[in-house]
DNA sequence: AATCATTGCCC
DNA sequence: GTACGGGCAATGATTC
């Protein structure tokens, strides 16, 4: 079915003819899925200017002849949410080397809400979230929609993006557009590649973890509770006896590691181990047991512009593969009992290449700062700024040191810095904040100033001027911890980013970027030189060869 | 069936 | 008495 939503002066049958016999230089696209879960293609809008816009079908006969428009690596293809819209066309092999993407340019002008609906007053167009559409048809999902209503949503949804594109490019600062809209680019290549998977050592750590799951689960089977359930939990420990804190909302007795491990009662203990395994079963190993690869599909739409990484909807196997663990902290793992689940993804080339842009953020408040100290630290090769941290402060635990300097960069309250260094003594804990200050007295002089600037501009800006809006509406607090993170954050995303760039040349190999890392499949040369010319702060990237991701 | 609440993993 | 920043996702409980 073809649907078509526009001016009187355009005829439809014309349109369709034209535009998909001599494709149109830029085009708006965007697409329908029955659901953000069910991300499978029902149709597909293409708007290529003012009233000229239509609507097709997945299941239209002609839609192939569609698709010939996003397949054109000359035609511009403008998206709002690009990497959304790429990854459920991935089956359709379309073109998303030249690419452009309106929420990007949204987000750059300092928009917490890069929404189309949010947006498209700006080129007087009124677009409707499928939400309310589903809301007014008592729809479930969007197959319950006739087709005709999500058509006429679809194009005028398509139209937007083409004319918010129209307005908004020459207002973005292209330094920074550019780079997120390359990266867009790669991290589809990135994403498409995933990693082999080890299936015998997954198997095997996969069967370790089913049992020690049951085990634990079989033990806290006589106590009529659901171990996963942390209501039930609370309701049952406290039942017998222990004393549990109310969590932060109030609502429920907090049952988390830190409260549980407390704890004398040898049940929550169980509860604990029953954790351990059963996430890194149920988010992991038990998905990817049938599949060939991991993937992970890859978002830029991150407040201070770092790269996320997702799943893909309920139909695809990607997971998110940035927060794999990382600590064999586990018992089983030191004593040798089972692999870290890292140990599971499999280069193909025999090895990995790793690049670290090492302590990145503390360089950042160095250098954002003018702190002379610490920059004297951090610029030299040799030196190592927690034991600094330790002589300034003159504590003699170079631990509680690297505990400030992480904690400084969040703007970590006295609790926090209490609980992280295993005290109550709030005195103490004041009293160390003061010297950390002394110590570092220019980073301490700029975290203020970016507080107050934060709070008064309700903006914070990274060192290569992207616009951060700061949440202002949940505490102040929270809005000064934000003036001052966003900065170091978003500045490291900058970057990471330019580093990613730079990596072109190197993109068949590139399989994770993790934030400041950069995992690589096979033996790469690295270029430390031209990526440290990225950024106007000396970060260096500390390379390492590794037969497993560790 | 959606949304909230809790928990836990990453940088 | 005390909000530590940014993410994503699984689970169960609650609400509609």
Redesign the pocket.
């Known amino acids: 079915m073809r649907v078509f939503q526009g001016s009187a002066a355009v005829k439809p049958l014309e349109l369709w003819q034209e535009v998909t016999a001599s494709p149109p230089a830029i085009v708006g696209v965007d697409t329908e899925t029955p ?1 953000l ?1 069910d991300r499978s293609l029902l149709g597909l809008g293409l708007a290529f200017g003012q009233g000229r816009n239509f609507y097709i079908t997945a299941d239209d006969d002609d839609f192939p002849r569609a698709l010939r428009v996003l397949r054109d690596p000359a035609v511009t293809k403008v998206f709002h949410n690009a990497p959304f819209d790429v990854r459920l066309l991935r089956k359709y092999q379309v073109d998303y080397s030249n690419i452009q993407d309106t929420a990007i340019m949204v987000r750059l002008l300092g928009e917490a809400n890069a929404t189309l609906e949010a947006h498209s007053w700006r080129v007087r167009l009124q677009t409707t979230p499928a ?1 309310q559409l ?1 809301a007014e048809y008592k729809a ?2 969007m197959t319950q929609i006739p087709p005709e209503a999500v058509g006429a949503k679809c194009c005028r949804d398509a139209e937007a993006t083409l004319e918010l594109y129209h307005k908004l490019h020459n207002e973005v600062d292209h330094a920074l557009y550019d780079v997120d809209i390359r990266v867009v680019t790669m991290l589809e290549t990135i994403s498409q590649k995933g990693l082999a998977l080890d299936h015998p050592l997954l198997d095997e750590v996969t069967v370790y973890y089913k049992q020690m799951a049951d085990y634990y689960k079989t033990l806290t089977a006589g106590y009529g ?10 309701y049952t420990l406290a039942t017998r006896g222990n004393f549990l804190p ?15 491990s407390e704890l004398d009662d040898p049940l929550a203990a169980v ?2 181990l029953y ?2 395994y ?6 992991y190993l038990v ?1 990817w047991a049938d599949q060939p690869r991991a993937y992970t ?1 890859f ?1 830029l ?4 512009g ?1 790269i ?5 909807g309920a139909n695809e196997p ?3 593969m ?6 064999s902290e ?1 018992a089983d793992v030191e004593a040798g009992r089972v692999k870290p689940v890292r140990h599971v993804l499999l280069p193909d080339k025999g090895e990995f290449t790793k690049g670290d ?1 090492s302590q ?2 503390l360089r950042l408040l160095s250098h954002l700062s003018g702190d002379e100290r610490m920059e004297r630290v951090l610029r030299n090769p040799d030196g190592d700024i927690h034991s600094d941290t330790n002589d300034g402060m003159e504590i003699h635990n170079r631990y509680i040191a690297k ?1 400030f300097n ?2 400084m ?12 260094i295993k005290t109550r003594d ?1 005195e103490r804990v004041a009293e160390y904040r003061r010297r950390w200050m002394s110590t570092y007295p220019g980073a301490a002089a700029w975290m203020e100033r970016s507080q107050v600037d934060g709070l008064r501009d309700g903006y914070a800006h990274t060192l290569f001027g992207r616009k951060m809006p700061i ?1 202002l509406d ?5 809005a000064r ?2 003036s ?3 900065i170091i ?1 978003g500045s ?1 995303a900058d970057i990471f980013k330019r580093m990613l760039l730079v990596m072109t040349p190197w993109l068949d190999m590139i399989r994770l970027p ?4 950069l995992l690589l499949d096979g033996c790469a040369n690295v270029p430390i030189e031209e990526l440290a010319r990225v950024s106007p702060v000396w970060t260096p990237v500390k390379v390492e060869h590794q037969r497993r991701w560790e």
């Open positions: 659901s879960s939400t589903m479930k999902d509770f659901s171990v996963s359930s942390p209501w039930q939990v609370g109310l969590t932060k909302s109030g609502k429920q007795l907090a049952t988390d590691d830190a409260t549980l509860v604990l954790r351990k059963a996430k890194m079963l149920n988010t998905p599909t978002h739409d991150a407040i201070t770092r996320s990484g997702t799943s893909a990607d997971r998110n940035l927060n794999l663990p990382k600590k586990m842009a990145i953020e505990v992480f904690a960069i969040y703007l970590a309250n006295d609790k926090t810095l209490a609980r992280q709030y949440p949940m505490g102040e607090a929270h911890s934000c001052v993170n966003f954050q490291a993790v934030h400041d890392e």
